[in-house]
Nanobody
Framework: QVQVVESGGGLVQAGGSLRLSCTASGYMFNVLPMGWYRQAPGKQRELVAEISIGTINYADSVKGRFTLSRDNAQKTMYLQMTGLKAEDTAVYYC?????WGQGTQVTVSS
């Protein structure tokens, strides 16, 4: 069973930066699609960024501010978030294939 674990959330002021990490177990780490979703209070879960077959896609709301990267040797994926805004406040979830992590809270104070 694939395990997915996020870390790196926290409280940051608007304009600040955070880096989220996602470590996933399982074989062929770089084969399955991976990425990040987020869910803000009272809102639906939305895709933030994903990587599939080497292609990275970003939500329009985070383009130019967030960067997804992956270290296959460490089986870890990262989401570097810069220029954070209050509207980025949400629980961020990592996924690999059909497996999901428990989420990590990101709170941006304005």
């Amino acid at each position: 069973q694939v395990q997915v674990v996020e870390s790196g959330g926290g409280l940051v002021q608007a304009g600040g930066s955070l880096r989220l990490s996602c470590t996933a177990s399982g074989y062929m780490f770089n084969v399955l699609p991976m990425g990040w979703y987020r869910q803000a209070p009272g809102k639906q879960r939305e895709l933030v960024a994903e990587i599939s077959i080497g292609t990275i896609n970003y939500a329009d709301s985070v383009k130019g501010r967030f960067t997804l990267s992956r270290d296959n040797a460490q089986k870890t994926m990262y989401l570097q978030m810069t220029g954070l805004k209050a509207e980025d406040t949400a629980v961020y979830y990592c996924f690999r294939g059909s497996s999901w992590g428990q989420g990590t809270q990101v709170t941006v104070s304005s």
